[in-house]
């Protein structure tokens, strides 16, 4: 908390030598300081869901950076449903003893991430 209040203040001019040692008082300045508008990858990302779904993208949500975390996370649930592993992430799970995971897109997924980080190790 103390690091981001810092570069909050750094990046709003601000001195907030005063109030480092007072919890209540960081909150409050973060909270009044802090960045509440989506990042353009958001957006681009949530565009780029929204296409792919079929999920309507509302305004409200494209200026609200919390809004759009929480719609970003529902729209790629939603994704998974319809999501088909390709045939190459399916022979590396059969190649690896994990055929029960062909059917489950979501679990596959994070289980091919693992297993492609520990390859580039």
Do not use: C
């Amino acid at each position: 908390m103390l690091q981001y209040a810092l570069d909050l203040a750094e990046k709003h001019g601000k001195d907030i030598s005063n109030i480092l040692d007072n919890p209540q008082e960081l909150k409050k300045f973060i909270d009044q300081h802090r960045e509440t508008k989506p990042t353009e990858k958001q957006i681009a990302y949530a565009k780029s869901l929204s296409e792919k779904t079929g999920i309507e993208l509302p305004d409200d949500v494209l200026q609200d950076k919390e809004k759009i975390k929480k719609w970003i996370n529902r729209a790629k649930k939603e994704a998974m449903k319809s999501y088909t592993l390709s045939e190459k992430q399916k022979a590396v799970l059969i190649k690896n003893g994990r055929e029960d995971l062909i059917d489950k897109p979501e679990k596959a997924l994070k289980w091919l991430s693992g297993y492609f980080k520990k390859r580039r190790k």
